[in-house]
Each structure stands twice: as C-alpha cells, then as structure tokens.
C-alpha cells in the first residue's frame, strides 16, 4: 500500500489504520497468538469497531478518529496486518461488517 494516509494512531501498540490512494484500508495490529479463522471487521461507524479474529481473540479498536470513519464505511474489506517488532508476521483480508450499534451489540 503505498502513498498512505495515516488515518488513526493510538498508543503504541494498539493500532493504526492507514488508507492508500486507491482507498484501500490496511489496519495493523500487534501480532495475536493462533491465526485468524474467519475474522471479520464488526463497524457501526463510529469512535468504537471490533476485529474478531477468531473465536478466542478478538480486537477492540477504540477512539477511531473521525478522519478514518467515513472511509471504513466505504469499503468491503480491510486488509489486517499484524506486526512484530518491526516485520509483519501475517496479513490477510477481512471483510467489513456494518451494523447499527456496535455498543448494544457488546454490553
């Protein structure tokens, strides 16, 4: 993905979101035990999305700056890549679930 667009930036760690100029998404991550098994991207969008990886992990990426959030809304799928250190352990696509209201979904 080359010419991105740094859409979100948390703390270190955490995440970041990034846009290239064909508006494709890459999101990357902190690299998780065991692989993902048919993730998907759960956003209402808003501040709040959930990255479920797998049955036993899933994501929760917080404070989405509001840059990032119409975008998100605008694709099928984002590409996820989780770092270690400084190289990319794994990628892989996932597709984007829109729903109303992520909050009542994970009360």
Known sequence: MEN????AEANEGT???LQNAAGEILIMIKQR??????P???YDGGDTALLYRSRESSVF???INH???QPLKAVDEVLVAEIDG???AREYMVPVRLI???KAVLN
């Open 86 to 88: 400084d190289e990319v």
């Open 67 to 69: 840059e990032a959030r």
């Open 100 to 102: 109303r209201d992520l």
């Open 40 to 42: 998907r991207f759960v």
């Open 4 to 7: 991105n667009q740094n859409l």
């Open 61 to 63: 990426l917080g404070n």
């Open 15 to 17: 995440y970041e979101i």
């Open 33 to 38: 035990r065991g692989g993902p098994e048919n």
